[in-house]
């Protein structure tokens, strides 16, 4: 399902490079951050130390692997390296927010476009360009094309009999929708569970709302999902976690697994600071005293834009498999 090509639309000169997802082959990394575990500097020690834990999660036979992310790095080329993760099944288990579902639904059909962070934000709403960051969202390339695809899934769901689902129901059978290019695409295809604890925050919550308004016997089981974190965190004999940003896929991938005694492996990015007291700026070892990273836990924390350090940390794990 190709991206269509922007004919004909306002804003045209500010919509001439698209965004591109990574596709990061194999490679030797490994001596580089080798070299930055001795450094004895900053933060490159803890980059060092993250890929170095990621390493033995992934190495590690009897660990129920975690994944949680924010929304916007899917409208980045950041999404390339979510989908190839799962993919290779990298990881059992994804907590996300709506956002995540919003752009890789959008990016599946059309593109989305570079911008900057100080551009004119009265003059892009004039010309029907959405600005996240230093990325640009055409409207006719997020709002209604979400709102065609969502509904048409929910009709789908509907005619199947289901009445309650949850939202790794719905996930699932949004991916089965989508191409290969898709992070949803390749957790549908290898059957790892997307849930959404905030799905009503975002287009594809308001387009479920939507159906809702027409078919008041369709219900989101939020329960349900719970019961399927329930399910996965009590049949581990460990657990990691890689969480990319905070908020609530953060929280709740720490706040099910403190059930099991807490988190045997766990790598956080952030940029947020700690001093606000906010959970998003709250290290992973803050977690220990809560019970939802083990004491004797292999476990840190890196302070970088995710962007920025997520296609080195993932061509090293590549190269590492190699």
């Known amino acids: 399902m190709a991206g269509k090509k922007q004919t004909g639309k306002k804003g045209d000169d500010l919509l001439r490079s698209a965004v591109k997802d990574y596709d990061i082959r194999s490679g030797d990394l490994r001596s580089i951050f080798d070299s930055m575990a001795h450094s004895g500097g900053f933060e490159s020690r803890n980059l060092a130390d993250g890929v170095d834990i990621l390493r ?11 994944l949680s992310f924010v929304g916007a790095l899917m409208s980045t080329g950041a999404r390339g390296i979510v989908r190839d993760m799962l993919k290779n099944k990298m990881f059992d288990v994804v907590i996300t927010t709506c956002g995540a579902l919003d752009h890789d639904i959008a990016r599946s059909f059309d593109k989305y476009y570079a911008g900057d962070f100080r551009m004119d934000d009265n003059m892009l709403l004039g010309k029907k360009i959405h ?7 055409p409207m006719d390339n997020y709002g209604p094309l979400i709102e065609e695809k969502v509904q048409a899934c929910m009709r789908d769901i509907y005619k199947s009999g289901s009445r309650q689902v949850a939202t790794y129901e719905i996930t699932d059978h949004i991916g089965s929708a989508l191409d290969k290019s898709s992070f949803l695409y390749w957790a549908h295809k290898n059957k790892i569970p997307v849930i959404v604890p905030g799905i009503v925050d975002g ?14 016997d369709f219900k989101i089981d939020i329960l349900k999902d ?13 657990s990691g976690a890689f969480m990319l940003g905070g908020g609530i896929s953060k929280h709740h991938t720490l706040w099910w697994n403190q059930f099991r005694g807490g988190l045997d492996y766990a790598v956080y990015i952030t940029t947020a600071p700690e001093w606000d007291g906010s959970l998003s700026g709250a290290l992973v070892a803050e977690a220990i005293s809560w019970g939802k990273v083990t004491t004797k836990a292999r476990q840190t924390t890196i302070h970088g834009e995710i962007t920025t350090l997520l296609p080195f940390i993932y061509a090293a794990l590549v190269a590492g498999r190699s």
């Open 56 to 66: 033995r999660m992934a190495g590690d036979q009897n660990c129920t692997k975690f």
């Open 203 to 216: 287009a594809v919550g308001s387009q479920i709302w939507l159906f809702h308004q027409q078919h008041k």
């Open 131 to 137: 600005r996240l960051g230093n990325v640009l969202v």
């Open 226 to 238: 719970e019961s399927k974190l329930s399910d996965l965190v009590f049949e581990s004999k460990k």
